[in-house]
């Protein structure tokens, strides 16, 4: 996705536990999150803008995050079908030669279709969502099990909302484009 801002990067996975803290909303957990990875590899990198994010998704009380399995993924899917889920993506821009931290949440909602059983198990046999918020990969074929989608960044439901983080970068004197 950074591709597409025309900005030369590399990829680190930093070791951070993506466990949730009894009373916390999504909202603050996807923040507390893309800032614990930022900050765990500007240990590493000190002289870099370092881009963080973290997603989950909500359906009524319901917190879903990544199925890591078929099973939880068909059990997410069916729980979905025909309702309406809001993603959180916490977006965090570090810049780890000065310190400053840049951190936000972009929302996105989408409204899922009825789907049969035998289209979850096409799609989940096809796709493999299972390290995606919600078994939810809206880059691919998980867009023909939407209804309709509504947000200010459509990236957002990528895990990384491009037009907020050009923005951050703007602040940080980046010339984007």
């Known amino acids: 996705m950074l591709q597409r801002l025309n900005l030369p990067f590399e990829t680190i ?9 009894q009373g916390e909303s999504a909202l603050d957990q996807v923040q507390r999150l893309a800032l614990a990875k930022a900050r765990k590899v500007a240990q590493q990198e000190s002289q870099s803008w370092i881009i963080a994010s973290d997603q989950l998704a909500i359906c009524g009380q319901t917190v879903y995050g990544k199925p ?24 965090c821009l570090l810049n780890s030669s000065t310190g400053v931290e840049q951190l936000d949440c972009v929302d996105y909602q989408i409204k899922f279709r009825k789907y049969s059983e ?60």
């Open 13 to 21: 996975s930093p070791d951070v536990d993506e466990s949730a803290v």
């Open 68 to 91: 890591g399995r078929h099973e939880q993924a068909v059990t997410q899917l069916r729980q979905m079908r025909g309702e309406t889920l809001f993603f959180h993506t916490g977006l």
């Open 118 to 177: 035998e289209e979850i198990e096409r799609y989940l046999n096809l796709e493999k969502p299972y390290n995606c918020a919600a078994s939810f990969k809206s880059e691919r074929l998980g867009i023909a099990l939407v209804e309709s989608m509504q947000g200010p960044d459509p990236s957002a439901l990528v895990g990384l909302p491009l037009i907020r983080l050009s923005a951050m970068l703007r602040l940080e004197g980046l010339l984007i484009p």
